[in-house]
C-alpha cells in the first residue's frame, strides 16, 4: 500500500507516465501504465493498468482509499504462465536498506522464488541467466540468483553491493563445469585494476561462460 500510495502522489505532479511492455509467449505485445502493476499470488495473474486514471480521479485515491473502483474500471489482468518477458527500460538506484547503486536495466521476469512469484530483472541471458531482485528477503537487500537452463534457481552470496567472502569459491563451484570459466574467475579477482561493482562482476563471468563454454 505504501509504494502504491508514494508512486500516485509522484503522478498527482507529473504531466508524462513511463509504460512498459508485456511480451507474451505468443508474441504479442501489451504496454501498460507503471504503478498500478502487481502479481496476484492466488490467481497466478499479472495485474496492470492500460490507460491512466484522470488526476481528479486519482486525487481521492492518495491513500489508497476506494482503489476498488478504479481497479475495476481500469484493470486488466493476463495470466504469469502467459507472459514472457516485460521491457522495462530504466537505471536501478537506490532501494530498500542498500547503498546506492546504478545498474542499467530492461528485462522483466516473472519467476518462482520461495514459492512465490517474483519479479526480477533479467540482467543477461543465455545458457545461464543472471537475475537480480531488487527487495528480496525481510532486509530489502538486493538479491542475485543464477539458472543454467533445466536446472534450480540459485541465490548467489554477494548481498547488497558488498562481495561475500567466498564469493569467489562459490563461483568456481557453480561454473566447475568449464575450466575456462574457472581460470577466468581467477583473473578478475585478481585483477585490481577493474574495480568492478558486484553486478558488474556477475554479469562478465555469466557472459563469458554463456560465449565460451555454453552447449548452445
Known sequence: ?????LIIFLFLFSNSFSQSIIITKKGDSIKYINGFEHINQRKKQFFYYTEMPSKQELKPKLYGIGMGKLNKKYGK??????????????????TGKNKFVNIPVEIVKIIKIKNRYTSVYALTEGEFTLYLCPNCGNNEYLRYYVKRDGEKLKKIDATGTVLAANFWKKLKKEFSDCQKTVEYISTLKKDKSKKYKTHEYLIDIVDFYNNNCSAK
Open 1 to 5: 500500500m505504501k509504494k502504491l500510495t
Open 77 to 94: 489482468t493476463i495470466a504469469i504462465e502467459q507472459i514472457d518477458k516485460i521491457l522495462s527500460p530504466g537505471v536501478l538506484q537506490n
